[in-house]
């Protein structure tokens, strides 16, 4: 089983800056890709941005300049540092890990945190 739980959300003023952060616990053999997803109300869920066992990362156009995902591979952490935020960033922001639960396997498994609320006020 594997847990994944975030932090860090909360109100900020258009401009502001916030730092999400993610950690995965539980039994597993290795952690592939990290990332964070977002939703807004009646909106579908969006890729904001991941970063793979390497440490490349991939952003979303929207977020592209703005936001810089890292990760701590000791810690099994990924954190999201969000700066110039906007009303659009507004949303449920989920942090999600892909995962090998045993060693020698070579079936992936997607977990999920529980979200946690950024709301930009402009």
């Known amino acids: 089983q594997v847990q994944v739980v975030e932090s860090g959300g909360g109100l900020v003023q258009s401009g502001g800056s916030l730092r999400l952060s993610c950690a995965a616990s539980?039994?597993?053999?290795?952690?592939?890709?990290m990332g964070w997803y977002r939703q807004a109300p009646g909106k579908q869920r969006e890729l904001v941005g991941l970063?793979?066992?390497?440490?490349?990362?991939n952003y979303a156009d929207s977020v592209k300049g703005r936001f810089t995902i890292s990760r701590d591979n000791a810690k099994n952490a990924v954190y999201v540092q969000m700066n110039s935020l906007k009303f659009e960033d507004t949303g449920a922001y989920y942090c999600?890990?892909?995962?090998?639960?045993?060693?020698?396997?070579?079936?992936?498994?997607?977990?999920w945190g529980q979200g946690t609320q950024v709301t930009v006020s402009s």
């Open positions: 999600y890990v892909n995962v090998i639960l045993k060693y020698g396997s070579e079936v992936q498994y997607n977990y």
């Open positions: 539980g039994t597993f053999s290795s952690i592939n890709d």
């Open positions: 970063i793979t066992s390497g440490g490349s990362t």
